[in-house]
């Protein structure tokens, strides 16, 4: 089940450089998309997410650019802070009976001081 | 902030054995899930659970598993007998509401996780 692809499996950034992390996904049908950030020996938490009617979502330093056409999900985060390194998950919603989640494989950020 | 809890953070258990996971959600909550990561894999879906009865569960989620909400407070993962491929972080989750489609009161928060080691 690929329906949901984080490509770069790492990234490391630079202390007030932005960060930006991309995931993919295969199902037209999905209609929520959200970001969650982890750290080791924690559950994922949530950190921003974007509707399928908008493009464009942003909360603070981080925003979550959509574009359906692709099927394409990025989050930016500018400026990005050493705190911000741990692993970054993209998760889709899908609709059947409820809303369950559908994650990709994370990206471990790394912002280096 | 109200936050989902976990209890207990680290089960090991034998084989065979039965197992209960337990969650309290967040309070005003109506919907309640259970996720698992097994060690350098994705978060999967197990099982969602809404007004005492499962919505909808996993391939995953065989007999050997249940779910309930034994009071207003608690929310239970049960493994009848477990299995070494059970061994994975079991993340509670839940929502206030369904909403309407893809709206923030969708947005499931999850607990810390409890990690299960079947030996």
């Known amino acids: 089940d690929q329906q949901v692809k984080q490509n770069s499996p790492s990234l490391s950034v630079q202390e007030g450089r932005i960060s930006i992390l991309n995931c993919d996904y295969t199902?037209?049908?999905?209609?929520?998309f959200l970001w969650y950030k982890k750290y080791p020996a924690e559950g994922p938490t949530f950190l921003i997410s974007i509707s399928s009617i908008k493009d464009k979502n942003e909360d603070g330093r981080f925003t979550v650019f959509l574009n359906k056409s692709a099927k394409h999900l990025s989050l930016h985060i500018v400026p990005s802070q050493p705190g911000d390194s741990a692993v970054y998950f993209c998760a889709a919603s899908l609709y059947s009976g409820t809303y369950k989640y559908i994650f990709g494989t994370g990206t471990r950020l790394k912002v280096l001081a | 902030e109200p936050e989902v809890t976990q209890t207990p953070s680290h089960q090991v258990t034998q084989m065979g054995q039965e197992v209960i996971l337990r969650c309290v959600p967040i309070?005003?909550?109506?919907?309640f899930y259970w996720y698992r990561q097994i060690l350098g894999q994705k978060v999967e879906f197990l099982v969602s659970?809404?007004?005492?009865?499962?919505?909808?569960k996993s391939e995953i989620f065989d007999d050997q598993f249940s779910v309930e909400r034994p009071d207003g407070s608690n929310f239970t993962l049960k493994i009848r007998s477990t299995k070494l491929e059970d061994s994975a972080m079991y993340f509670c989750?839940?929502?206030?509401?369904?909403?309407?489609?893809?709206?923030?009161?969708?947005?499931?928060?999850f607990g810390p996780g409890t990690r299960l080691t079947v030996l």
């Open positions: 309070s005003n909550h109506l919907y």
């Open positions: 199902n037209s049908m999905f209609d929520y």
């Open positions: 659970f809404y007004n005492n009865e499962i919505s909808e």
């Open positions: 989750a839940s929502s206030e509401a369904l909403g309407t489609s893809g709206t923030s009161t969708d947005t499931q928060y």
